[in-house]
């Protein structure tokens, strides 16, 4: 069991380094929005094209957000099927359905209480930074949160895990996609149980769901099939060997695609050739790129252990916490910060020290968010899991 954990560890990195490229996401939306849009009129320095340039190019994989997103996502099918792939247990299933809202309803709903609180303290900053920031909408209109007590309740407990409301937290909206992801997962996989040959089924979900406009949860099945193709290689003692030339190619297409962008005009970027009207594009290509580079990564020994690092494996350990509390100190700290240094330095200057100034802030906040509210989310699972089996068991 420790050997198949040290093996794992490198998922850690990944989920480390998809948190990291979330969190830049966020402070370039808020201050640089042209590198994401290719906007001109977003543009700080006029007589520079870095801004446009950058959102149009695959350079901005290192902060597209939507990316980072489908890794996730593709991690928990990978993550939530392997040890029903490892085991063929479909007990396994129902205990891990059980789990999954308890599991993610803590820390979830302590950060709603924690932005509720920072709103109505007064903590927020984010306001009447718009138009210095040119990220007006985008800024100004998170945290727009209501007095009521009951929607906040009803927030916490079903609303953001069943209707992507992510007003409390904006953030909080791949929490509806992470929750009835799971669900899919599961009920798929305790239906296709009895039957033997089940990778054409995977795939034929797959297909439904990227026809039906419904690519967030392709991405979890796809995360299912690339573990039923690492655990059947592993079960049957053959080595995983893709030739090193494939594993470049599949690279380079996998980089081209995850780093499609959220520009106004596609159309005259290098991504032109992949926009259809019908399609999902900027989503779709997300999806199938973090595919493609995960299954880069889970061929080649070399990725894993450089994901294995001890740096970015305790930055995927703390993950969740980091992201779900990033932006609430984005809109608080880093705001407060940006205006006070942009009295007396240059644009730049200002956002570069209010960022390096909040990321401490933000390590130390998800190193005690996890070790005290993300643990007890998922200490509670277990207990109920325990509880309602113990019950079982004496009916």
Known sequence: MLAEKYKLRYLEGIRGLAAIIVVLHHY??????????????????????????????????????????????????????????QNNNP????????????????????????????????????????DITKSKEWLAGSFN?????????????????????????????????????????????????????????YGILVVILFVTRNDYYAAF???VILNKYVV?????????????????LFFIIGFYLSSYPSCINIKNTIYGVLYFPWLNNEVFYHVIG???????VVNSPKVQTALSGRFLNYIGKISFSFYLLHFIILCSLSCFLFKLFFISYEYNSSVILAFL???????????????????AGIKLSEKIVGILYSKTERL
């Open 28 to 85: 370039i939306l808020a201050f640089y929005p042209a590198m994401s849009s290719a906007n001109e009129t977003q543009i700080h320095n006029e007589t520079s094209y870095f801004e446009e340039v950058m959102a149009q190019i695959p350079l901005n994989i290192f902060y597209n957000g939507g990316f980072a997103v489908c890794i996730f996502f593709i991690l928990s099918g990978y993550v939530l099927s392997n040890n029903y792939h």
């Open 91 to 130: 007990q396994i299933l129902i205990q891990y359905g059980i789990k999954r809202y308890f599991r993610l309803l803590v820390p979830v709903s302590v950060s709603i209480l924690l932005a509720y609180a920072f709103v109505h303290l007064g903590f927020m900053n984010r306001l009447h930074l718009g």
């Open 145 to 201: 949160i209501s007095t009521d007590v009951f929607r906040l309740v009803k927030n916490m407990f079903l609303d953001v895990f069943l209707f992507k409301d992510n007003t409390y937290n904006p953030v909080l909206w791949t929490m509806t996609y992470e929750l009835l992801g799971s669900l899919l997962i599961f009920a798929f996989l305790l239906i296709t149980y009895p039957i033997k040959y089940k990778m054409s089924l």
């Open 221 to 223: 099945i796809l995360g």
């Open 232 to 248: 059947q290689k592993q079960l049957e003692s053959k080595t995983v060997n893709v030739p090193n030339w494939l594993l470049w």
């Open 290 to 296: 973090a595919f493609i580079m995960m299954f880069v």
């Open 357 to 375: 100034c909040s990321l401490p802030v933000i390590a130390i906040m998800s190193i005690g968010y996890y070790q005290w509210i993300d643990k």
